[in-house]
């Protein structure tokens, strides 16, 4: 009874996980297409690269938590919320030949699947549950951690929701602190800790044993409460979030054009030779990071560049919006998807719920 308890719990919980991602992925949805053509700058290793938009940055985020919906819908089509009425060991024996029809009967009227056969030495099930949830949680841990470093006053590029009256520190009366951002990245931690601990269940000792078994007890109800708060958390954050564009562009003129050293590269090649044009770039943006100077000015001075381009060339190229490849046609192939894969999710949810009143009514 408390395998079918614990069950009957996990999946109530699930249910509200699947309705508050549903939202979620909305919010972020219009999100993508608000800020799809606002510039800021790329980064890799911590280093700024070369321009992105706001709207790509939120449209992998997008694309992500969307595989995580769909990781989330595989759980149902995998019938891994069963019930088990089975006896002590899993073989019917006080039921006097009526063990799998009182089963069935019980289970399909607790809205649980039914097992083909025992499984309280296979915990398997609920290690698939816990992993699913795990790699949601790390997708919107990744999120806030991303905002968060947003947020920092260097880059100053997002600032959380923030209402009047609240208090970021008690002794500095200025800050405003990423307070919902670090709850939303700080909550992945435990949450692996406790997918972890679910794997420790499948080691079961015989058909029963409570070494491993209690284990579930405290980390499925952890992983599915922390995800909740991550996924309510998320959506008002990203609903909320107060971006500055204005910064964005001055963050992409930090560097007084070497984001775009790429874009120039390969324009010059065409002239020049790819490898010509490696080398030119190369040496005017070492100089310029080494001595402080404006790389685009710094790169003119070449003979190699001024004797074939103009100046307004370089200007031209080191334009954020001329050097996003196609960031618009993958933006708009993920936004299509999301639309696509919610609207399925809620047709079959539906269908799921007319197909077990049906046999519910009919027994």
């Known amino acids: 009874m408390v395998d079918t308890g614990i069950m009957l719990q996990t999946k109530q919980a699930f249910e509200v996980i699947l309705e508050h991602t549903q939202k979620l992925i909305e919010v972020l949805t219009e999100q993508v297409q608000r800020y799809r053509e606002t510039p800021m700058i790329g980064r890799t290793h911590g280093i700024q690269a070369i321009p992105i938009t706001f709207g790509f940055k939120l449209a992998v985020w997008l694309d992500e938590l969307v595989r995580s919906y769909q990781r989330l819908q595989t759980l149902i089509d995998h019938q891994v919320f069963v019930g088990s009425i089975s006896g002590a060991v899993g073989t019917y024996a006080a039921f006097g030949g009526d063990g799998p029809a009182v089963e069935k009967a019980?289970?399909?009227?607790?809205?649980?699947?039914?097992?083909?056969?025992?499984?309280?030495?296979?915990?398997?099930?609920?290690?698939?549950?816990?992993?699913?949830?795990?790699?949601?949680?790390?997708?919107?841990?990744k999120i806030g951690h991303e905002l968060f470093n947003l947020m920092k006053t260097e880059v100053n590029e997002v600032t959380e929701p923030f209402k009047k009256g609240e208090v970021g520190s008690s002794t500095m009366p200025q800050k405003r602190n990423p307070a919902l951002l670090e709850g939303l990245a700080s909550l992945t931690q435990p949450v692996f800790s406790d997918v972890a601990l679910i794997h420790q269940s499948m080691l079961f000792d015989g058909e029963r044993d409570a070494i491993h078994w209690r284990n579930e007890w405290v980390a499925l109800p952890e992983i599915t409460n922390y995800l909740d708060a991550q996924i309510v958390n998320a959506t008002y954050i990203l609903s909320e979030l107060n971006v500055n564009e204005d910064q964005m562009k001055k963050n992409i003129a930090l560097q007084g054009g070497l984001p775009f050293a790429e874009k120039i590269m390969f324009e010059l090649g065409t002239i020049i030779g790819k490898q010509t044009a490696h080398e030119v770039v190369y040496e005017s943006a070492m100089t310029a990071i080494e001595q402080h100077r404006n790389f685009l000015e710094v790169l003119y001075q070449r003979e190699e560049v001024n004797h074939y381009f103009k100046r307004s060339d370089l200007d031209e190229w080191a334009k954020a919006e001329n050097d996003l490849g196609n960031i618009s046609q993958r933006i708009e192939l993920v936004v299509k998807n999301a639309g696509r894969v919610l609207a399925k999710g809620a047709w079959d949810l539906e269908r799921d719920q007319v197909s077990r009143e049906a046999i519910t009514a009919k027994e």
């Open 106 to 141: 019980v289970l399909t009227r607790l809205g649980l699947d039914v097992p083909n056969i025992s499984w309280q030495s296979s915990r398997d099930r609920l290690s698939e549950i816990a992993e699913v949830l795990g790699i949601y949680s790390g997708t919107l841990g």
